[in-house]
């Protein structure tokens, strides 16, 4: 039962260099998320997606870009990475429309020098 | 706007004491409302849930009652242990989004 996982689990960056976070989903669900984790403010959404080929904007996505090609994997792409973009991202998954439950990722902890 | 709030951690208590995490809402429209975990080193995990006014959700020994009227959701446990150390997050869902509350770190000693 791999679940949701995440691609890099570590990594460090210099400021400009461009990176690509991986999330890869193993349970045919249709919505997936990218989440940031910082200390004191909980987790705030980047870009979700509710279908292979759609992505949408969250409440902080200013400097990532996603992608969704295929149902089961959800790309968080940084272009030029800066000090502030330092954080834990998680991503999620969860069936379609409703309150279902959320499947989180482990995590992938970035710093950028 | 759609918003949780919930208590300022950490928290630090002995074994088998009693525990509450509260946890208040502001919403529009009807959310559902949930209490995630965060063991150390992993991902959130759902903990309970409730999907209407007057609904309980249990898990684990945890409880929390959706409470309408107060706009609340508070996770209590009557006996916590050591393995429960981990922070929690409550959240809601409406308008197909989840908004979550800013965590509570909760460390149990022997």
């Known amino acids: 039962n791999a679940g949701v996982t995440q691609t890099p689990k570590f990594r460090v960056l210099k400021t400009g260099q461009s990176m690509t976070l991986l999330c890869a989903q193993d349970?045919?669900?249709?919505?997936m998320y990218w989440y940031r984790q910082d200390p004191g403010m909980g987790l705030r959404l980047i870009h979700y997606s509710v279908g292979e080929g759609t992505t949408a904007k969250g409440e902080v996505p200013d400097g990532y870009n996603v992608s969704r090609l295929k149902k089961q994997n959800f790309l968080l792409g940084l272009e030029s990475a800066a000090p502030s973009q330092t954080s834990v991202y998680f991503c999620?998954?969860?069936?379609?429309?409703?309150?279902?439950?959320?499947?989180f990722g482990e995590g992938s902890r970035l710093t950028v020098l | 706007g759609n918003s949780v709030t919930q208590m300022e951690g950490p928290v630090t208590l002995s074994e088998e004491a009693f525990l509450t995490i509260n946890c208040t809402y502001t919403a529009t429209g009807y959310p559902s409302l949930f209490w995630y975990v965060q063991y150390p080193g992993e991902g959130l995990q759902l903990l309970l849930k409730?999907?209407?006014?007057?609904d309980k959700g249990s898990n684990k020994g945890f409880e929390a009652t959706y409470r309408k009227e107060t706009t609340s959701f508070h996770l209590e446990k009557g006996s916590v242990q050591v393995s429960d150390s981990a922070v929690y997050f409550c959240?809601?869902?409406?308008?197909?989004?989840?908004?979550f509350g800013t965590g509570t770190s909760l460390t149990v000693i022997p």
């Open positions: 999620a998954s969860r069936q379609g429309a409703g309150s279902g439950e959320l499947f």
């Open positions: 409730a999907t209407k006014a007057d």
């Open positions: 349970m045919n669900h249709e919505y």
């Open positions: 959240a809601l869902y409406t308008g197909n989004q989840f908004y």
